[in-house]
């Protein structure tokens, strides 16, 4: 996100310092390599690099002092207890008082917890020098994974939680050159804007869910019963694609983080802890549907199409394929996998049971039954007759919808997918 966020601010014109106190990764972004797969990012870092306005360096006393404005985009990652680690946010918010000459805005761009903002104020006023005067700022970022850029470029809002005219005003002009509703809050409305729209989303996918579970035991179609409920313009369709469930850094963890940071201020929210309830039994029940389907799982060789989060990015963390692939090995299944992005990241997390293939038939190749666990475009134009004729028995278990029931009938597979 912090990459994606100094790319675009370079591109809109604006002279961006990017800084990591990672010395290997800025070595390689002075290189010119992009250490995520993110669509049109490696060309717009490239572009803004050769024109000077995009930096990087480890040196965060000196990117302070060169600076107007400043902006957290560190990770917010989860303690064992669900609460969010605010450790890196104060250890940076340190940094950056000590550096500071003159005045200046520092922006919270992570995804932080109510009253965070409160914190970082406080912690600046300890650290700064006499006389220093700043601004602190909550702006959240809503952008996703594999299309980054565009949704920075062109988001559905921008949120600035502010606690002056200035900082408003200092804002306005960075975002200047993007066309979107602009929402000005106070700061602690601008965090909780951030963590109930994760947890929204979460919300309408676990609910989804459970009406692909309805839709299962009652013989209806999840996907006409989403097209249905989305036509509401009050509901909408979009969010409401069955699976098995959400993964990613985001949405799992800010889930947690919300009802953690609910339940200090004084409310269990319930409803969100049966969200992820709901997430989990996606998993738990895809993994059953494999073995109803293949009578025992021990010894069977299985093909595994995806393993990122989502597709168009190399992301791993949280992923559902890291729960089922683990649980499909522990059973004594011999996995046969491919991603088309992925793979160098999960051979970190699969060490031994899952067999790494250089493609989506090499991974069917004399297994049992094929399941698809991201829907990668190019997962959706398989040769089926090619599969069909690689694969020991025709037989397609679909997290994620892929395929349309009737096509994958009429060319003689068994196909199982989610609520229809
Ligand atoms: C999410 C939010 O969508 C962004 O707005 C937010 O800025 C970001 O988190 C963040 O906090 O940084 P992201 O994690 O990139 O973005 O991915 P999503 O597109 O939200 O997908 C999350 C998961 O939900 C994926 O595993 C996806 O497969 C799953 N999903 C999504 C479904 O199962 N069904 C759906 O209908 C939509």
Known sequence: MGLVTGACFAELGHKVVCVDNDASKIRSLKQLKIPIYEPGLEELVKRNCRQRRLVFTTDIARAVKGSTAVFIAIGTP????????????????????????????????????VETGRWVERTIEINKRKGVTFDVASNPEFLREGQAIKDFMQPDRIVLGVGSKKAEKLLKEIYAGIKADILVTDIKSAELIKHASNSFLALKISFINAVAKICELAGADVERVAEGVGLDKRIGRSFLDAGIGFGGFCLPKDLEAFVNISRQLGYSFDLLKEVKRINEFQKEDFVKKIESNLWNIKDKTIAILGLAF???????????????????????????AYDPQAMTRAKKIFLSGVKFCSGPYEAARSSDCLIIITEWNEFKELDLKKLKKLLKQPLIIDGRNTYSPEALKSHGFKYVSIGR
């Open 78 to 113: 989860p303690k064992e207890n669900g609460e969010a680690d605010l450790t890196g946010i104060e250890n940076v918010a340190r940094s950056i008082a000590r550096a500071m000459t003159s005045y200046r805005l520092i922006v919270e761009k992570s995804t932080v917890p």
């Open 310 to 336: 989502k597709p168009d990015t190399d992301d791993m963390r949280f992923a559902p394929s890291i729960d089922i692939v683990n649980t499909l090995v522990r059973h004594g299944a011999h996995v046969r």
